[in-house]
């Protein structure tokens, strides 16, 4: 199912969903759209479409779930997720494709394109959102949980450079706040919004009674959150699951008009 949708300079559509092969599990799809809508962009991937598989598990259990669309200012599309390890643990997982929508070799640490990140055997992770800093370094929010205490969940937010490594400025790569008063739940970063020196972000809170949302700010240096200020609104608790259903027509659930129903 379609999860993301953005539009570069030159006015096309890019969709980010998830799709499924019976062989391999679920994997990311990008689809690019042509500016008018009249078809898909046949100079992007094969046939307007790009698939992604990150290989986190064995097929056919493998779960890739994408969330996060970014473009950079060059027409590089950045993605972000999540799936399963063999130990049924979240792992971060993060992508870029060239603007021909092949996968750019001098991103991530294997030289394919690719980021996947594993916190180790008792933790996993998500990336729920990412953003573009000025200067194309890509911050990323989500939560992180240690699953030998699998109701305590963390908020979380680092940096990638812009050649894909976790960026070692940023406390590490990634740092992890413990909301106040932590409750059984799933807490964690849901948007994050990058300036030329903090990332900002909103995190969802479970609450006992009533879901609230947050918002915290990040230094650049260190990744250390100088501003938690207290509640600032209601939020609706968002359902984590990873796609399984193949969109034959992905752009239908975004784009609803010339010719397209």
């Known amino acids: ?21 019976p062989y391999y599990g679920d994997y990311v799809l990008v689809t690019r759209v042509k500016a008018d809508l009249s078809a898909l962009d046949s100079a992007f991937g ?20 994408p969330v996060a669309l970014a473009i950079q200012v060059d027409g590089c599309i950045v993605t972000g997720g999540y799936g399963d390890d063999a130990n049924k643990n979240y792992v971060m997982e993060f992508a870029r494709l060239l603007p021909n929508g092949q996968l750019d070799s001098s991103f ?13 055997s008792v933790r996993s992770t998500t990336v ?24 305590n969940y963390f908020e979380m937010v680092g940096r990638l450079t812009s050649a894909g490594a976790f960026d070692k400025g940023f406390a590490g790569g990634f740092t992890i706040y413990e ?3 932590q409750v059984t739940g799933g807490a964690g970063v ?11 972000a909103v995190a969802y809170i479970p609450g ?12 650049d ?21 990873p796609p399984t259903t193949t969109m034959t027509t992905p752009t239908r659930a975004f784009l609803r008009r010339a010719g397209w129903s």
């Open 179 to 181: 909301p106040a008063n």
């Open 46 to 65: 094969s046939g307007g479409q790009s698939k992604i598989a990150f290989s986190a598990n064995v097929p056919p259990n493998n779960t890739d779930a």
């Open 108 to 120: 991530g640490d294997h030289g394919d394109g690719r980021l996947l990140h594993s916190a180790g």
């Open 221 to 241: 240096s260190i990744g250390q959150a100088t501003k938690f200020p207290t509640s600032v609104g209601r939020a609706a608790p968002m359902r984590r699951s």
């Open 1 to 21: 199912c379609a999860t993301r949708i953005a539009q570069q300079q030159d006015g096309k559509f890019v969709v980010l969903e998830g799709a499924h092969d």
């Open 190 to 200: 849901r948007r994050v919004l990058a300036t030329a020196d903090s990332v900002i």
């Open 208 to 219: 006992r009674t009533t879901p609230t949302s947050r918002i915290s700010k990040s230094r």
């Open 128 to 151: 729920d959102d990412i953003a573009i800093t000025p200067d194309q370094r890509i911050v990323f929010g989500g939560s992180f949980r240690d699953t030998s205490d699998p109701d």
